[in-house]
């Protein structure tokens, strides 16, 4: 079992920045790949950004350049750095962490941290 906690969100202006963070509890976290997701009012949650064990790193166009995925296995967490946010980024932010072993699949979810980018 893993436990997932989201901080780190708030409102900022355009062009600022934010850490988020995903703190995970349970065993083996830094076998999993984790992965950030959002959800703005009225649309589909989307990916935005993953890191897998290996440390290798992928995320949607929108936010290359922008956005930066870390892990840090010895605090077992895992961040979101957004930096030159735009108003679009506005939504609610989801840590995910994904394992497969064995064709045996276990997912979990945290419970969400808000980022409102508002001037």
């Known amino acids: 079992q893993v436990q997932l906690v989201e901080s780190g969100g708030g409102l900022v202006q355009p062009g600022e920045s934010l850490r988020l963070s995903c703190a995970a509890s349970?065993?083996?976290?830094?076998?999993?790949?984790v992965g950030w997701y959002r959800q703005a009012p009225g649309k589909q949650r989307e990916f935005v950004a993953g890191i897998s064990s290996g440390g290798n790193t992928n995320y949607i166009d929108s936010v290359k350049g922008r956005f930066t995925i870390s892990r840090d296995s010895a605090k077992n967490t895992v961040y979101l750095q957004m930096n030159s946010l735009k108003p679009e980024d506005t939504a609610v932010y989801y840590c995910?962490?994904?394992?497969?072993?064995?064709?045996?699949?276990?997912?979990?979810w945290g419970q969400g941290t808000q980022v409102t980018v508002s001037s």
């Open positions: 995910n962490a994904l394992r497969i072993i064995v064709g045996v699949s276990s997912v979990y």
């Open positions: 349970g065993s083996a976290f830094s076998t999993y790949t």
